[in-house]
């Protein structure tokens, strides 16, 4: 019967202990990694977004941009962090599925990340000077075909 009283006891004490130990997320700042340059859209959507959690949550959301490799030096970075919830990455697809082209990113794009929401869509937009004979995708090939070199672009990355 003593033991049992010991066992019993045991569990009350262990139970509380856990109990004290746990705590209730958050218990401290949030923080959002973006993977792109300050003033971009990712960061932007970020800042927009931070005080709408902080509120939500009732604790600090900093947003904090680490640039570079194409998004995959803070997709490594928030990979590496410790799975306690407070370290977020707000990015696009790239980054995650950069790793099956690059053999040494440091992460998996599948097995390292659980997505949490769809923040935001952006459309992809092609557009020609009102010069260029081209009405359409097929036309604007064609014309590009037809007169190598007379063509540039920009877009939002490193084309080529």
């Given at each position: 019967?003593?033991?049992?009283?010991?066992?019993?006891a045991g569990?009350?004490?262990?139970?509380?202990?856990?109990?004290?130990?746990?705590?209730?997320?958050?218990?401290?700042?949030?923080?959002?990694?973006?993977?792109?340059?300050?003033?971009?859209?990712?960061?932007?959507?970020?800042?927009?977004?931070?005080?709408k959690?902080?509120?939500?949550?009732?604790?600090?959301?900093?947003?904090?941009?680490?640039?570079?490799?194409?998004?995959s030096?803070?997709?490594d970075?928030?990979?590496?962090?410790?799975p306690?919830?407070?370290?977020?990455l707000?990015?696009?697809a790239?980054?995650?599925?950069?790793?099956?082209?690059?053999?040494?990113?440091g992460?998996?794009?599948?097995?390292d990340?659980?997505?949490?929401?769809?923040?935001?869509?952006?459309?992809?937009?092609?557009?020609?000077?009102?010069?260029?004979?081209?009405?359409?995708?097929?036309?604007?090939?064609?014309?590009?075909?037809?007169?190598?070199?007379?063509?540039n672009?920009?877009?939002?990355?490193?084309?080529?």
């Open positions: 019967m003593k033991l049992f009283f010991l066992l019993i569990a009350i004490v262990s139970g509380a202990a856990q109990a004290a130990l746990a705590q209730a997320w958050p218990g401290k700042p949030v923080t959002l990694i973006v993977p792109f340059a300050p003033g971009g859209i990712t960061d932007s959507s970020a800042r927009l977004l931070a005080p959690i902080q509120e939500a949550i009732g604790q600090p959301v900093l947003v904090e941009n680490k640039l570079g490799a194409g998004g030096i803070a997709t970075y928030v990979a590496k962090a410790a306690d919830g407070y370290t977020f707000m990015g696009s790239a980054p995650q599925t950069l790793w099956q082209f690059v053999q040494k990113v992460y998996d794009g599948l097995k990340f659980a997505p949490v929401t769809d923040v935001n869509t952006f459309p992809l937009v092609l557009m020609v000077h009102p010069s260029v004979p081209a009405h359409d995708v097929k036309e604007l090939i064609a014309f590009a075909k037809a007169h190598p070199g007379k063509l672009f920009s877009g939002a990355g490193t084309e080529g």
